[in-house]
C-alpha cells in the first residue's frame, strides 16, 4: 500500500494525498477526512518519514538536475522528493547547469556529503561523447544512480523513461491521416529525450513520403523568440498546418503565434505540446499534450531504489508508455 | 561589475547572461557573442565558480524552501544558486513541506552537512507561534541565516523582502478610483506574505468606506478548484467587479471562470494576479500582476552573504519596493 494506492481509493489524485501527508494548507476539510479514513482503514503509517531521521543516522539520496526553474525537472524534483520522504529519506539537490563541468562538481560534492544514492532528473545528463559520463560510471562504484527518463549503460545504473520515440510518432502520423499533411517540429535543444522526439517525428513523415528538410527547428529562448522564430519562418513563406513540439512552453508560443496571425485552431492548424505541465490548461485554446508520465518515472525510481537497498531484484530499464491528452488545440476524436 | 551590470550593458536578461554562463543552448549564437563581449569589454571574470570547487574545502550554502513545484518558489531557488555559483559556492536544497517537523529535520540536515549558510525560501518559514521559530534562531548560532520574503528578529538573521502590504494597497485602490468599487481579494495561506496582502486590501477598501465582509477568501487546490469556488460565489447571488489574488496561478483561475460566464476583461471584472511569473503571459487575455522583485531580492541575499564573509557591515532587513505590471486584464493607463 503506497501513496498511489491511497489516491486511487480516495479517488482523489496523489498531489492532494501528498498535501494531506504533509498538512498543506492548500486542501479543505472534506477531501483531508476523506483521505485520511482511506488511509486509516488500510492501516497506511503516513509517518514513516521520522524513521531516519534524528536517529543518528541520517539517510538522505544526492539528487541533480539541470535547471529548478525548468518545469518539467522542478516537478520531477518535488515528486522525488515527497516520495523519498515517505520512504524515510531526506533529499538534498544540486542544481548543476547545462555545463559538463559544473555537473562533474556537483556529483564530487553530492558524494563527497555521504549520501546513500545518486538520481540523476532528466536526459541533459547523457552526453554524446562516451567518455563525458565516466563520471556517472564512477559514481556507479559507490553507490546506486538513478536515471530519470535518460539511459545510460552500466554497472549499478538504473533507467526509468517514457517511450518518447513511440509518443510523437503517433502523434505525427495520426495528424497526417488526419489531412495536416503539412507538419513542423519545433525543439529545444538535441538532449538524449530530444533526440528520441524528433526521431520520432521524422520517421512519421518519412512513411508519409514527406521531405524532412525545413521541417525540425530548434527554437531557444523565451516565449517571444519563439513567436518571433514562428513569424519570420511565415514571413519567409512557409506554410505549415501542424506544430508538434517538444514541451508545452514551445507550444503555448506557437499558439501565441497562430493566433496572433489570424490561423484558426484546430481546424487550420493543429498544435500539440509535451510533458503535459499544468502550463496546457492555463493557455487559450487549452493545449493537447503528451503525457510523458513524468510522476509513474518518479514513483517507480524511487520504489526501485528501496528494493535495491533491501537487496530485491530489480530491472536496469524500465520503460513507460506515453499518454497522449486530447484537448482544444487539436481535433481527435 | 556582477551579472546585473553585465545584463544592463549588454540589454539583455538576465536570465540570458546566466544561459550564456552556463553554456546553455537556449541561447543564440548572436546573443552570446554580444554577452561575451561586453564580458571582455569589463574584464568580468565568470569562472570564479571554479575557485571554491575541487579544491579540497567545498563552500556549500544550505537552502530550504517548502516546495519546489511552486513556480515562485522553484524560480528563487533557480536565482540564488546561480548567484552563489557565480560566487564560487555550491549550493544543496531540501524540500521541507509545510510541516514544522519535517522543516526543522532538514534545518538539522543541512547544517550536519556543514554547510556555511542557511537560506530560507519564502514566508511559510516564519511560523505564527514565536516558539516555533526557535530552530531558525538557534540555526543562527551556528551560520548566517538569510530569509527570502520574510521576517523574523534575531542574531545572525538577515531579511530581504518585498513591500507587499503596500503593492495591494496601491492596486487596490486604483482600481476603486477606476470605478471598480465591488472588489474581492483570492489567497492561498496566510504566511507572513499572504498576510501583508490580504492587510493592503483591507486596508485600501476600510479607507473607501466598503464592508469587508465576504471580500476576503481563502482558495485552495488547483485550477479547477478556483474556478469552481467562484462559480459557487457567483451562483449564490454574489458579484463582484475585481478580483485582486496573492499568485497568478489563482488569477489565471479567475480568467477561466470570468471567459466562462461570459464576463468581459478588464471592462466588466479587472483581474490582479501576484508574482509577475511568466505564466502570466501564458494565458489569455494576458494578466496584469505584481512584480515583487524576487530576482533583485536573490541578487541581494547573495550579496549580502558573501559581504558577511568579508566580515563588511551589512542590514538586517532590506525591504524592496513592488512594480505594478500592467498587461490586458486591467484599464489602467
Same mark, same amino acid.
Given at each position: 500500500?503506497n ?15 501528498s ?25 497506511y ?6 524513521r ?6 541520517m ?11 525548468d ?19 531526506s533529499?538534498?539537490?544540486?542544481c548543476?547547469?547545462?555545463?559538463l ?30 567518455? #563525458? $559520463?565516466?563520471?556517472? &560510471?564512477?559514481?556507479?562504484? +559507490?553507490?546506486?544512480?538513478m536515471? @530519470?527518463?535518460?539511459y *545510460? !549503460? ?8 517514457c ?15 488526419q489531412?495536416?499533411d ?31 528538410q ?8 523565451d ?15 512557409k ?5 508538434i ?6 507550444a ?8 496572433a ?12 505540446? #509535451? $510533458?503535459n505541465?499544468? &502550463?496546457a490548461?492555463?493557455? +487559450?485554446?487549452?493545449?493537447?499534450? @503528451?503525457?510523458?508520465k *513524468? !510522476? ?5 525510481t ?26 482544444q ?5
Amino acid at each position: 500500500m503506497n501513496i498511489y494506492d491511497i489516491s486511487k481509493k480516495a479517488g482523489v489524485s496523489i498531489a492532494t494525498v501528498s498535501r494531506v501527508l504533509n498538512d498543506s494548507p492548500r486542501v479543505s476539510e472534506k477531501t483531508r477526512d476523506k483521505v485520511l479514513s482511506v488511509m486509516e482503514q488500510n492501516s497506511y503509517t503516513p509517518n514513516v518519514y521520522a524513521r531516519g531521521l534524528g536517529l543518528g543516522s541520517m539517510n538522505t539520496i544526492g539528487i541533480l538536475c539541470a535547471d529548478s526553474s525548468d518545469i518539467y525537472l522542478a516537478n520531477a524534483v518535488y515528486y522525488l522528493e515527497r516520495d523519498l520522504r515517505q520512504h524515510g529519506y531526506s533529499s538534498i539537490l544540486c542544481c548543476t547547469g547545462y555545463e559538463l563541468e559544473s555537473k562533474q562538481n556537483c556529483m564530487k560534492l553530492l558524494l563527497s556529503k555521504r549520501t546513500d544514492a545518486i538520481i540523476l532528473v532528466g536526459s541533459t545528463f547523457i552526453e554524446k561523447r562516451a567518455e #563525458h $559520463n565516466n563520471y556517472i &560510471l564512477e559514481a556507479g562504484m +559507490e553507490v546506486p544512480v538513478m536515471l @530519470i527518463n535518460g539511459y *545510460l !549503460e552500466g554497472s549499478n545504473l538504473y533507467c526509468s523513461l517514457c517511450d518518447e520515440h513511440q509518443a510523437v510518432y503517433d502523434v505525427t502520423s495520426r495528424l497526417l491521416n488526419q489531412g495536416f499533411d503539412n507538419p513542423i517540429h519545433l525543439y529545444r535543444a538535441l538532449s538524449y529525450s530530444g533526440l528520441q522526439k524528433k526521431e520520432g517525428f521524422l520517421q512519421a513523415i518519412s512513411e508519409k513520403g514527406l521531405n524532412p528538410q525545413d521541417r525540425v527547428h530548434e527554437c531557444s529562448g523565451d516565449m517571444d523568440d519563439v513567436i518571433d522564430f514562428l513569424d519570420s519562418l511565415y514571413d519567409s513563406g512557409k506554410r505549415f498546418n501542424a506544430i508538434i513540439t517538444s514541451n508545452d512552453e514551445l507550444a503555448i508560443g506557437a499558439i501565441k503565434f497562430a493566433r496572433a496571425k489570424g490561423l484558426r485552431i484546430p481546424e487550420g492548424i493543429s498544435i500539440v505540446g #509535451h $510533458n503535459n505541465s499544468k &502550463l496546457a490548461r492555463y493557455c +487559450e485554446p487549452e493545449l493537447t499534450s @503528451i503525457d510523458n508520465k *513524468l !510522476e509513474m518515472i518518479c514513483i517507480h525510481t524511487v520504489t526501485t531504489l528501496m528494493r535495491i537497498f533491501d537487496n530485491k531484484n530489480v530491472a536496469n530499464k524500465t520503460m513507460f508508455s506515453a499518454e497522449l491528452i486530447k484537448r482544444q488545440t487539436t481535433s481527435f476524436n
